[in-house]
């Protein structure tokens, strides 16, 4: 007994076009998706970038070392010494008592400037110092062991990890990114016609934002709540927060883009179709529609 004829049809329009529109339709949303996470993994290298570079590295640095030197003190403890080291000794050089980094001030310096002045150029030759060398400017023995489950070990793990070695590793890390998302954004664009190739980029891109928008945010509310009103713990909340903003700021534009790419294709499709409408759709003139305006031995009104 054989198949009807009907049943034929189908078989064969299920195995060809179904088929090939379901490859095709899979082919897109692997692209789409692959744009979606190079635009996170994107924002995340362009986030530790733009945290690491040398001009907002200063103040990150500068705000996490006071923190975790507590220089304040240590200056209005220790200073006091220093100079007068300073004034019964030839020496030039001088390096604070009790100060974790190894920090050179001159004898002009300690002896001229008052502990405000000196705490600032102790922090500004520290962050340099740190955003070079990174974790080893801790070590001033080169047999310092940190302690990575202490409080102090973890501040300075993550102090020194907004250095010069970690802006490389981003800018790099941003820039092949960048290249990949460009790509999977051609090949997304070329799967969609008209319209859509604008709906499906902004869609895809709001996909991947949205995830990240999601993560710092919570990060951000999260460390906004950790701590009391300790003096350190609310400079160490601050400081952490600070840093999340980043992040969470870029992700928060991406996203605002996305969602305009997707609502500007919805109205630019109908103004598109409100626009070409009249065109498409007006009928043809009918010569009887001139009859009445026609003269009378004229060649139309002759043929009717």
């Known amino acids: 007994m054989h198949p009807t004829d009907e049943y ?13 529109t379901v490859t095709h339709e899979g082919r897109r949303s692997l692209v789409g998706s692959l744009f979606a996470i190079s635009i996170f993994l994107l ?39 220093a100079r007068e ?3 019964n000794s030839d020496d030039q050089v ?21 502990n405000e002045q000196l705490t600032d150029l102790l922090l500004q030759r520290s962050a ?29 793990l993550a102090v020194a990890q907004v250095s010069q070695s970690t802006y490389d590793r981003a800018t790099i890390a941003s820039l092949i990114f960048a290249l990949a998302a460009a790509g999977f954004g051609a090949l997304l664009t070329a799967s969609a016609e008209g319209w859509g190739r604008l709906r499906g980029l902004g869609l895809a891109t709001t996909v991947g934002a949205v995830p990240g928008v999601l993560l710092f945010g919570a990060l951000y509310g999260i460390v906004g709540r950790l701590g009391g009103g300790d003096p350190f713990e609310s400079d160490l909340r601050e400081i952490t927060r ?16 996305g969602a305009v790419m997707v609502v500007g294709s919805f109205v630019f499709s109908f103004l598109d179709r409100r626009l070409t409408r009249p065109v498409s759709e007006s009928p043809a003139p009918d010569p009887h529609d001139y009859d009445e305006f026609a003269p009378a031995d004229s060649p139309l009104s002759s043929n009717l």
């Not at 945290?51 to 200073?79: E, H, K, R, Y």
């Open 128 to 156: 340099a110092l740190v955003y070079a060398d990174g974790l080893r400017a801790f070590d001033r023995t080169g047999e310092q062991s940190f302690n990575r489950f202490s409080s102090q070990g973890l501040i300075e």
């Open 43 to 81: 924002l995340v290298s362009l986030s530790v970038r733009q945290v690491t570079a040398p001009g907002n590295a200063t103040g990150v640095l500068q705000s996490g070392i006071a923190v975790v030197t507590d220089v304040n003190q240590l200056v209005a403890d220790d200073a006091p010494r």
């Open 85 to 87: 080291l300073a004034r």
């Open 94 to 114: 001088f390096a604070l008592p009790g100060y974790p980094l190894d920090i050179a001030l001159s004898r002009s310096e300690l002896l001229d400037l008052d």
């Open 242 to 257: 600070s840093v999340f903003q980043v992040p969470l700021r870029n992700f928060g534009i991406v996203v605002v883009t």
């Open 8 to 20: 034929d049809r189908t078989s064969l329009r299920d195995r060809v076009y179904g088929q090939a």
